[in-house]
């Protein structure tokens, strides 16, 4: 028995790409079904994606109660700046009269009917008549 080298009829025909056509056909229906099942998943995930903004989103994070709690305190803390006013700091100095000069309480008196105006003003230009009640 022989042993390698060249033996005649033995190896790929000339002329042939050594690759059935059946087989080509089976790989072409492979890629298009595996194609297809690409698109089906991208269908899928597209019909699951969220459709509001990103406030909503958070909220029904944190509202679902199937979610463990980090990523639910996570959002509600992200959600929070929207959903309430921070409280801003605000300073008030407080004079009394008996520590001002005149010149400082004419000035103080002048400022409140000047506020006082803008008032009536602002309270003028809404329709219907003012009056001390309200209705109910």
């Known amino acids: 028995m022989a042993r390698g080298g060249k033996r005649p009829g033995a190896g790929r ?4 790409t050594g690759v059935r056509v059946v087989t080509v056909h089976r790989l072409k229906q492979n890629a298009e079904k595996s194609i297809g099942r690409a698109v089906q998943r991208m269908k899928r995930a597209r019909a699951r994606i969220f459709d509001g903004d990103a406030h ?26 929207y959903e309430r006013p921070r409280l801003a700091s605000t300073t008030l100095t407080v004079r009394r009269p008996g520590d001002m000069t005149d010149e400082e309480i004419a000035a103080a008196i002048a400022d409140t ?4 105006a803008a008032l009536r003003g602002m309270v003028g230009s ?11």
């Open 13 to 16: 025909p000339k002329g042939t």
């Open 56 to 81: 909503a989103f958070l909220v029904s994070v944190y509202r679902n109660e199937d979610l463990e709690l980090d990523p639910r305190i996570k959002a509600a803390g992200l959600a929070l700046a």
């Open 126 to 136: 809404i329709s219907g008549p003012v009056t001390g009640e309200t209705r109910h």
């Open 113 to 116: 009917r000047a506020q006082a």
